[in-house]
């Protein structure tokens, strides 16, 4: 059965501080996403990384996956409240269907 | 709307009691899926489906748990007899034609609390 783990499960900072959260399984994935999730609202898409090692950089997000592609990183520059949010990974299990990990739940203070 | 819709956005029932939960994917999507949100947990992959057909529904955790999609765009979740565990956040998502079935589009959800 395939896990995605994500640590750390909660996270308070200041606004202004960097921060890394973390998406890690023992099985390999054709792909992953991090999806962030705002209260009432479904998840809304952020990235999909694909190549092992790939990098990619959404304004002060960056989002790595592994060489081997069984975890990925994101990681956030100065960090701002309006990141506050629940940050979920997410990849595909077979031909449709998905699994999610269990989210890092981020407050930036302002 | 533009987005995804789900109706209603709150459902407060009685254990034992069968419900409807209703899903309006973007126009245009052919796939769609449906999805639980414990709290504290990340959704749960319930069924999808390509045009009205479920293509993959091993996540429905069992038979009280039916979803139908008859002319392959609005979807009904159907609950029967429920349980109090079957509260939760159903979400429910749809992704354009064209292959690229990793670009999913979610609804804000519907929470169901069963008493």
């Known amino acids: 059965t395939q896990l995605l783990e994500q640590s750390p499960q909660f996270l308070s900072i200041q606004e202004g501080e960097n921060l890394t959260v973390y998406c890690n399984s023992s099985s390999v994935f054709s792909s992953l996403q991090w999806y962030r999730q705002e209260p009432g609202e479904g998840p809304v898409l952020l990235v999909t990384?694909?190549?092992?090692?790939e990098v990619k950089k959404l304004k002060r997000l960056t989002f790595q996956f592994g060489d081997a592609r069984k975890d990925s990183s994101l990681h956030i520059t100065a960090a701002q409240t309006g990141d506050t949010g629940l940050y979920l990974c997410?990849?595909?299990?077979?031909?449709?269907?998905?699994?999610f990990g269990t989210g890092t739940r981020l407050k930036v203070l302002a | 709307g533009a987005g995804v819709s789900q109706t209603p956005s709150n459902k407060v029932t009685e254990k034992g009691k069968y419900v409807e939960l209703r899903c309006d994917p973007i126009s245009g999507h052919t796939a769609l899926y449906w999805y639980r949100q414990s709290l504290g947990q990340g959704p749960e992959f319930l069924i999808y489906f390509q045009g009205t057909g479920a293509a993959d529904d091993s996540g429905l955790p069992n038979d009280r748990f039916f979803a139908v999609r008859p002319e392959g765009s609005v979807s009904t979740l159907k609950i029967q007899r429920t349980e109090r565990g079957d509260s939760a956040v159903y979400l429910c998502?749809?992704?354009?034609?064209?292959?690229?079935?990793?670009?999913?589009?979610f609804g804000p959800g519907t929470r169901l609390t069963v008493l």
């Open positions: 990384v694909v190549t092992g090692g």
């Open positions: 998502a749809s992704s354009p034609p064209g292959g690229d079935r990793n670009e999913q589009f």
């Open positions: 997410a990849g595909p299990s077979g031909t449709y269907k998905y699994i």
